[in-house]
């Protein structure tokens, strides 16, 4: 790996406490690594992982397509590293100029890790991505992205949806929200006659307390223009309206994934025994070139 200029900073921490003896320090770095990696190591996966069956250029003009991936709740730790490499790998694909309109859609965000998602939202606009966003509480951002890049993250977001949220989040969108002037009305009550006061006062549009206690369908938000589409009212309180029986019939019609092709076990324990062999080829491969090669040689360590 040290031939490898890119990853030779990575791996020093564990040359230097194998030249300086020490196997309790190396012993424990090799096996936080080992554990990480080891929750990979699935013959389902390693079948999944290394084929080729399509390309994630999924804006592509020639060549347009829709891809879902899903997660297991109950393996998250296991598939959200897959999925975040598969979806860092198609941001990379999809942020380009002179493709078509898409649309990146992550519902249960924290449960994945996309690098420079700040980036993306930043940028994605002008090469005609749309980026969505779905979160439970911005609590849940914060503890698997840091508060301070969660913060970027709403606070650059341009149009925002929320349903019934409360605590921080609920603040944090009653100040987004803004405060109007509204109608406040006193009256004072003596025995002789009766005295009414109004007067208009700068209050939040939506109050914390409202956000907090909205009911199922009800939607809190506020919506980003463009100069050529100017919207006047961009923040709004809603409640959606929809026709359950029709949505029930709607779901019944529902029909299964197809089945791409039929994969037998033994396929797939063939295809991971293989890649372990192939990986073992190459470690062999590269160790002899190096040995072979003066201007590298060394590299090699021999104690």
Excluded at 10 to 34: R, T
Aim: charged share 25%; aromatic share 6%; net charge neutral.
């Amino acid at each position: 790996m040290r031939a490898d200029k890119e990853i030779e900073v990575l791996v020093n921490p564990f040359i230097n406490a194998y030249l300086n003896d020490a196997m309790d320090q190396l012993e424990g770095q090799i096996a936080s690594a080992k554990i990480t990696l080891a929750r990979l190591t699935s013959p389902q996966l390693y079948y999944i992982l290394s084929g080729n069956d399509f390309n994630l250029d999924i804006n592509n003009p020639q060549d347009p397509k829709i891809v879902t991936m899903g997660s297991n709740p109950q393996k998250i730790q296991i598939y959200g590293a897959v999925l975040s490499l598969y979806i860092n790998r198609l941001v990379k694909l999809v942020n380009q100029k002179g493709k078509v309109k898409s649309s990146l859609i992550f519902d249960e965000f924290p449960t994945i890790y996309l690098n420079n998602i700040d980036s993306l939202i930043a940028t994605a606009r002008d090469n005609l991505v749309s980026t969505t966003l779905a979160i439970q509480d911005l609590s849940q951002l914060r503890k698997d992205y840091g508060r301070e890049q969660s913060d970027v993250i709403m606070n650059i977001s341009g149009n925002v949806l929320s349903g019934q949220v409360s605590g921080d989040t609920a603040k944090q969108l009653s100040e987004r929200f803004g405060k109007i002037l509204q109608d406040r009305e006193s009256y004072s009550l003596n025995s002789s006659d009766t005295s009414i006061s109004r007067s208009k006062q700068l209050e939040s549009a939506i109050p914390a307390s409202k956000i907090s206690s909205l009911s199922s369908g009800e939607f809190v938000g506020m919506v980003a223009d463009n100069p050529q589409n100017r919207i006047k009212l961009k923040a709004f309180h809603c409640c959606i309206v929809n026709d359950h029986i029709k949505l029930k019939k709607e779901i019944k019609g529902y029909k299964g994934i197809p089945e791409v092709r039929q994969v037998a076990l033994d396929q797939v324990v063939m295809n991971f025994n293989q890649i372990k062999k192939d990986i073992e080829d190459l470690a062999f491969h590269e160790i002899q070139r190096i040995s072979d090669t003066p201007s590298l040689a060394y590299l090699l360590i021999k104690k």
